[in-house]
């Protein structure tokens, strides 16, 4: 079945959608609001505006504070396992395409663009397999990476992000502006209706088991779909996601 297919018969009733299919079912509103698109996008509105970011503060902030002791440790492990800086920083594009500055744990070597680039082998299964390499298999990632991107901890600087206000925490997955531009052609707008999310649908859903082609289509899902308690949900589902590595690269 193309994906195409499974879109459609996700939308027919004949599959799961995705979110069912990840887990327990959710309850019965953000469900059904997962399945219909709305017009105009409730997201982009003032009150939808508002909302999600009361929601961001009042859980990014708590959060950052509660895993500043975790992010020094970390912070000294990267350090200690290989040269470089314990923190990458790279220009995504966010909301209306403005870019900004995504914080991560560095989980690779300092020069595993020029690795990346060395191998036309390489880089043609990392652009075919939607951006990303089987983790025991991508000799740009460290030891001290792996165990972070097994756990998602990796990621727990983008709560920076969040209070910041240049992420969301549930949100589409943040990419490079021409993985952006190359995964979601037509709909580029759509994906910059909102701020990349720490978590989101794709989230727990598989995360890099998925084809970028299906990240995509469940970014679009997302964006048409959004209300405050779809965020609520995906949030309390992604800690499950995260603890069983589901799709974890």
Partial sequence: MTTAEATAAVHSGLAPDPVRRAGPSLP???TRDLERATTPLRVESRGGRAAKRCFDLLIGIPLLVLSLPLLALLVVAVRLSTPGPALFRQRRPG?????????KLRTMRVDAEDVLF????????????G???P????????????????TSLDELPQLINVVLGTMSLVG???VLLDQAEALYGDDIDLYFAVKPGMTGLWQVSGRS??????????????VRC???ALDLVLLARTVPAVLAARGAY
Avoid at 118 to 128: G, K
């Fill in 172 to 174: 589409p997955r943040p």
């Fill in 131 to 133: 951006y990303k390499l």
């Fill in 226 to 228: 959004w209300t405050p």
């Fill in 135 to 150: 983790l025991d298999r991508d000799p740009r990632v460290t030891p001290v990476g792996r165990f972070l991107r097994r």
């Fill in 95 to 103: 909301r209306g395409g403005e870019t900004f500055t995504i914080y």
């Fill in 118 to 129: 060395a191998d036309p082998a390489l880089y043609e299964e990392f652009v075919a397999n």
């Fill in 209 to 222: 088991s998925l084809t970028h082609k299906e990240r995509a289509e469940l970014d679009r899902q997302y």
């Fill in 28 to 30: 019965a509103g953000p």
